[in-house]
């Protein structure tokens, strides 16, 4: 109203034409400031929770794609201000799902929020079937599957420094060189001290005497690399005692439960999966070549006041003579990994068809593993009391 | 003398402004308001009803302004046990059907186009019932997609939720608010999107065919029923007033009115539209209600203003 007046106002007090010019310029400015306001849409709600009505307070409201956000106060109300609609709003609160929700008019709304309960459902395989890692009294560990990933000729490495309480000691440095794995420690001398590994159901004891392998003792090599980590579904493993009393005395080092990938149902899934690598000793010790080693040699007799080893002409005779012996045991060893599988089925019958290659020159020239592995899981189901697993 | 005349035009025109408010009083206009998906099929009652009576004064209100003082309040779901007041009762006028649509792109219509999906396979693609308790994995469809639906408390949720045994919380997916309208917005924008909706929005009213840029998802549907996934809204709509599908939700819409301020213009408008309003039902895309259900409506309309004449 006073801007008004000021417009309006008496001529006489004031310079004329100043005050209507300011009184213009004051009008378009209002103007102006109210279009910008008007450019701005209001999305006004109130966050309620779905079953008892009560209000949410701090859920975080985001417009998705921009900076906009709010968050509901006290009483559950929020507004959030938008240049265009319709804009898609992201509703979360702790302990709530996140409600996504796509606003195409900008009506007050109310926002009802669903409990996340969030209570552990994953299931563990133990010796005696599955049971709700929520339910789970023993001590069992499973390995993370995106570390399966990572293993290289065999899941062994993968569990090495994945999981707690487990020890995992690389025995032999060879490509499909096995490891020992201690999970309840040494417990017999003259015994085996390995776990118990449970292939499908199938347990198979895995010595790890057996599991030499190199360049001059070409002997066993480790079962287990024969497995394809890419095969694997999951691997758990129980630690504590109630292993024992499924296995009997062969779970009393532990048992590692191994669950190979089955087919699923549902539209036919072919993938590729493939790693190329070159290994390379990461290094090599610095030696002197025969004529500087029969110098030393020289000198270091010759300060303890005895005659030197080899005369001038024996040692000029060694000439440039230099042999780097490591060079010619080592090499760039080159490791590639593919597997390709098919995975699907419908509701009677589930396939997995899956070949993996994997191939690993070992940086000691006469060290190399090679792995060309092929797998079919069929399960049908015959009828509605009878199913065939191969 | 100047003040004088200045006095005179105030006087008249307070006194013409009480006139104009008085005769306002008496010609209250009746409210209608309520669902927003019914409107058109309301609008044309409306000026239907206002043809064969000019002195008739109805009003289609939105629902933000007011749904609370409106005449008349429409439904399109069966109510909660607690929803209605005790002195507001419910008029059945008339039934909506929900179909199925998706992005006329979606890799699903090609999938499911020999056998149609089950009702089965509608709710497991549409509700997910999270049971804590239970050992049995969630099963979820084979179908990716994305689910849009209206909010929770929208008629279309409600009547669609509980059409398969569920709450509207258990509606997959992400929320829709304005209007039933825009589910089809959210589809058209989204490959594998898809949800439920209305006849009269799925189809062009005018030229009784299915709106561009979508497509019914294919239902497995009984002989007599194949024709509902034809396109035309006139063979969808003579299906499903004789016969009862499975996979297609119907619902009935009907007016709330309290009866505590029960007015004769109210019911004379809702009479006519249990009688001669039905013929619209159709044009609209919406279904009429049964011959025995209209007349028990009738009677109970009857009952209810009997004292009102």
């Known amino acids: ?390 | 003398m100047k003040t004088n005349y200045f006095y005179q035009v105030l006087f008249t025109l307070f006194i013409s402004s009480s006139v104009f408010a008085t005769e306002n009083a008496v010609k209250e206009p009746v409210v209608i308001s309520g669902t927003k998906f019914t409107y058109p099929l309301i609008e044309k009652w409306i000026t239907e009803y206002e043809k064969v009576n000019p002195t008739a004064n109805i009003k289609l209100a939105a629902k933000a302004n007011g749904g609370q003082t409106a005449d008349l309040n429409i439904i399109a779901h069966q109510p909660a046990q607690n929803e209605l007041q005790p002195n507001q009762e419910i008029i059945y006028a008339g039934r909506y059907a929900l179909l199925p649509v998706t992005n006329n792109n979606n890799p699903i219509l090609a999938a499911t186009a020999k056998k149609g999906l089950n009702k089965k396979e509608l709710d497991k693609l549409f509700f997910e019932v999270i049971d804590y308790d239970s050992d049995e994995p969630v099963q979820k469809s084979k179908f990716r997609a994305n689910i849009y639906s209206r909010d929770n408390q929208a008629c279309a949720s409600t009547a669609l939720a509980g059409y398969f045994g569920h709450q509207s919380s258990e509606i997959r997916g992400k929320k829709v608010f304005g209007d039933d309208i825009y589910l089809l917005s959210a589809i058209k924008k989204d490959s594998i999107g898809l949800a439920f909706n209305n006849l009269g929005y799925l189809y062009d009213v005018n030229s009784r065919n299915l709106k561009e840029g979508i497509a019914l998802l294919p239902l497995d549907l009984k002989k007599e029923a194949k024709t509902i996934l034809s396109g035309n809204l006139d063979e969808v709509l003579s299906v499903l007033e004789v016969n009862r599908v499975e996979t297609v939700p119907v619902e009935k819409i009907g007016f709330v009115y309290s009866n505590q301020n029960a007015r004769k213009e109210v019911s004379d408008f809702v009479k006519w539209v249990l009688t001669d309003g039905q013929k619209f039902n159709h044009d609209k895309g919406f279904l009429n209600l049964d011959k025995q259900a209209l007349a028990e409506q009738a009677g109970r309309l009857s009952e209810r203003f009997l004292t009102l004449k």
């Open chain 1, 1 to 390: 109203m006073t801007k008004l007046l000021l417009f309006f106002g008496n001529y006489k007090k004031f310079p004329v034409h100043s005050v209507r010019k300011a009184g213009l310029l004051v009008l378009f400015a209002t103007i102006s400031a109210l279009s910008a306001f008007a450019q701005q849409i209001e999305i006004k709600g109130k966050v309620l929770e779905e079953s008892t009505k009560t209000t949410v307070i701090g859920a975080v409201i985001k417009v998705k794609g921009l900076k906009a956000g709010a968050t509901s106060d006290a009483n559950g109300n929020f507004t959030v201000k938008v240049k265009v609609l319709p804009v898609t709003i992201a509703v979360s609160a702790v302990g709530f799902k996140v409600q996504e929700i796509e606003v195409y008019e900008a009506d007050p709304t109310t926002i009802y929020l669903t409990e996340d309960q969030n209570r552990l459902s994953n299931v563990v395989v133990i010796g005696y079937g599955t049971q709700k890692r929520s339910e789970l009294t023993g001590s069992i560990s499973s390995l993370p599957t995106d570390k399966l990933k990572q293993a290289g000729a065999s899941f062994e490495n993968a569990l090495q420094g994945a999981i707690s309480g487990i020890q995992v000691t690389q025995s032999s440095g060879a490509p499909g060189g096995g490891a020992s794995i201690r999970i309840r420690g040494g417990n017999s001398i003259t015994g085996g001290n390995d776990p118990l590994y449970v292939i499908d159901g199938f347990p198979v004891y895995n010595n790890s005497s057996e599991t030499n392998a190199g360049a001059l003792n070409s002997q066993a090599i480790n079962p287990l690399s024969s497995i394809n980590p890419g095969d694997i579904e999951s691997v758990d493993i129980l630690k504590d005692a109630s292993a024992t009393a499924i296995y009997g005395s062969r779970g009393a080092n532990g048992v590692i439960i191994i669950t190979t990938k089955k087919g699923k149902t549902g539209a036919n899934k072919v993938t590729y999966e493939g790693s190329y690598g070159i290994q390379t000793a990461t290094n090599k010790i610095k030696l002197l070549s025969a004529k500087e080693w029969g110098q030393l040699k020289n000198d270091a007799r010759a300060n303890s006041g005895k005659t030197a080893a080899y005369t001038a002409a024996q040692l000029d005779s060694l000439g440039s003579v230099n042999n780097d012996w490591q060079d010619a045991a080592l090499r760039n060893a080159a490791i590639q990994n593919h597997n390709l599988s098919f995975v699907g089925g419908n509701d009677k019958t589930r396939y997995s068809v899956s070949t993996g290659y994997l191939k690993q020159d070992g940086i000691l020239i006469g060290t190399d593993f090679q792995r060309l592995s092929t797998r079919v899981a069929l399960d049908s189901k015959l009828s509605e009391k009878f199913n065939t697993n191969s």
